[in-house]
């Protein structure tokens, strides 16, 4: 069994305050020491010193170069000269307060060094890295700190942090691979709860317990956890599930038991990017570590004792066979005053994830005004003059009823580049979808217009879905079917052209009746009136088969000379009348010449 809190509690109570390594003056009168410690927190210690001289308006510890912020802090607490140290960290906060009984105070607030994480909001890209790796190379970009971090498996591919402190990002990966984050003199530890480690102290009812609630809440307690993330390659979504965690075995109702108030079958968690199976495991096991941590909530306070720090186990007798076992310490708070030292210690912890309990992203719009979320409907105005020249289009949002109407918003395109690109605007009065960049009201965008039952599609939907189609305003169309695979242009005069696979067939068709066809049977052109073949060169007809030209009328050959040659037989008769004559010479030779 662990020692009593009063063991070492014997003795005169000490206490040596430190900064910058020595021990602060003698004549220094401190009034209290209070010393915050906690698992995903900044440790955190505040002094209250007597100080001020009303007669000579002086303040003479706060005038001094003891505690201006950025000393480095050190306190010690103990018994019989027997001091340990509880707290170590820098002066971030200096104040004075004079109270309406003139009671005068200096007032120094302390922080561990890891304060420096939480400060300013970055962005990185982490390419083919663990989150251990990440989490030790946070920790090491902060002078001071050094790292202790339990190896995790999983290797990202790219993790962005986008513009949040190394603290917050830090605390939000922690928690997703089911581990806490502790502080202790600029030692960063990030690892699991040691809940099968050995309990530091026990605190008995009846000898050592000072104060004592405790909470047992069925409400976080789930029989399965599910996650699920969507699988790229076979389009479903991806399951894994954790059952109940084993923690440290406090009361005599476990997890398991308390599941069975509520009954949820499975508690879900979903995510609609794509994630690994083991990144889906590890999450629903951090919700299961979470459920199992808050089943029993409390606090106890007893002797101070620097033995209880935030990650140990505490041993609770005589409390009832409902809360009596190891408890899992996740704060402490040790005050000293008036020559007494209570040290309170809080077992459990939130069932709530980091991320849900606290703000860690920007504010909308950048914090410079009140911002807006979600989509909105727009109301297109205007297409042209954009005042700033960035091709915008102007856009009411009809439920702010603005005294002065129109916003110019940009607009999206499938393809917009410099001087190429697609160029598809809007039509007035069209009802529009807009989004706002960063959040920002005076920056809306244009995603898509909407159909409605006021603006009709040219199309009636069907459950096959086989059209597809681009319709202009003045009804030009460009169709596609999906079943036939037939592409089809079309003016509003009947101009058109039709690609078909289904007639294995190219028709060009003007609104003249004029056609060419090109199918299995050939090249046809089709006019009901002349068609005429011109070049500036030769005009050259070759088949392989026979060439026929009919008329229904005469066909006429004109040119500066006609020659027609036949490799076997040449016929030309008239059935009325045939004559064959020249202004010149007329010549006719053969091996033999038969004239009637």
């Not at 199918?519 to 070759?542: C, E, F, M, R, W």
């Amino acid at each position: 069994m662990a020692i009593s809190p009063l063991t070492d509690s014997h003795g005169v109570l000490g206490y040596t305050i430190l900064v910058d390594g020595a021990a602060i003056a003698a004549s220094i009168e401190v009034v209290s020491v209070d010393i915050h410690l906690a698992a995903n927190r900044i440790n955190t210690a505040t002094l209250v010193l007597n100080d001020g001289n009303m007669a000579e308006n002086l303040f003479p510890t706060s005038d001094s170069a003891t505690f201006l912020p950025g000393a480095e802090i050190t306190i010690q607490v103990g018994y019989d000269q027997q001091q340990t140290s509880v707290f170590s960290g820098i002066i971030i906060k200096h104040s004075v307060k004079i109270s309406s009984r003139n009671f005068s105070r200096l007032v120094v607030e302390c922080k561990d060094k890891a304060i420096a994480m939480t400060v300013g909001r970055k962005n990185a890209n982490y390419i083919d890295m663990k989150d251990s790796d990440i989490l030790s190379q946070l920790i090491s970009n902060t002078p001071g700190l050094s790292a202790t971090v339990t190896a995790t498996t999983y290797q990202h591919k790219e993790l962005v942090q986008f513009y949040s402190s190394d603290w917050d990002f830090m605390l939000a990966r922690a928690e997703a691979n089911g581990m806490l984050v502790t502080l202790d003199a600029g030692t960063v530890t990030v690892a699991a709860p040691a809940v099968s480690s050995a309990a530091v102290l026990t605190v008995t009812y009846g000898m050592d317990l000072i104060d004592f609630s405790a909470d047992m809440d069925a409400r976080a307690q789930f029989q399965s956890v599910s996650s699920h993330g969507w699988d790229l390659a076979s389009h479903t979504l991806q399951q894994q599930t954790a059952a109940p965690e084993t923690l440290n075995e406090q009361g005599n109702v476990t997890s398991a038991t308390l599941a069975n108030v509520i009954g949820l079958s499975d508690f879900r968690l979903q995510s609609t990017v794509p994630l690994d199976a083991e990144e889906l495991t590890t999450w629903a096991k951090a919700q299961q570590i979470k459920s199992g941590l808050a089943r029993i909530r409390g606090q106890v306070s007893f002797q101070g004792s620097a033995l209880a720090k935030p990650g140990t186990l505490i041993e609770l007798v005589g409390v009832g066979e409902r809360f009596n076992g190891n408890v899992f310490v996740s704060a402490v708070h040790h005050h000293v005053a008036e020559g007494n030292w209570i040290t309170r210690a809080e077992f459990g912890m939130s069932p709530s994830w980091f991320t849900e309990a606290t703000d860690i992203s920007a504010p909308p719009a950048a914090g410079l005004l009140p911002g807006i979320s979600g989509l909105h409907v727009g109301v297109v105005m205007k297409l042209d003059e954009d005042p700033n020249k960035q091709y915008r289009v102007q856009v009411s949002i009809p439920e702010m009823s603005a005294a002065t109407d129109g916003f110019w918003a940009r607009l999206t395109n499938f393809y917009s580049s410099n001087g190429v690109g697609a160029f598809f605007l809007p039509e007035i009065g069209d009802e529009v979808v807009l989004g706002f960049f960063n959040d920002d009201p005076s920056h809306p965008v244009i995603l898509g217009s909407l159909y409605s039952s006021k603006n009709k599609p040219a199309y009636t939907p069907e459950a096959a879905n086989n059209t597809k189609a681009l319709v202009t305003r003045s009804n030009m169309k460009v169709e596609f079917d999906e079943e036939k695979k037939i592409i089809t242009i079309t003016t509003p005069a009947a101009n058109k052209i039709v690609i078909s696979d289904d007639g294995k067939s190219i028709l060009l068709q003007d609104q003249n009746s004029n056609k060419v066809t090109l199918d299995s049977a050939g090249i046809t052109l089709d006019s009901p009136k002349d068609i005429t073949l011109k070049a500036q060169g030769k005009i050259v007809l070759n088949a392989t088969n026979n060439i026929e030209a009919t008329a229904q009328m005469d066909i006429k050959q004109t040119g500066l000379n006609i020659t027609s040659t036949a490799n076997v037989g040449f016929t030309a008769k008239g059935s009325a009348t045939a004559e064959v004559s020249a202004s010149g010479t007329t010549t006719i030779k053969g091996a033999m010449v038969m004239i009637n």
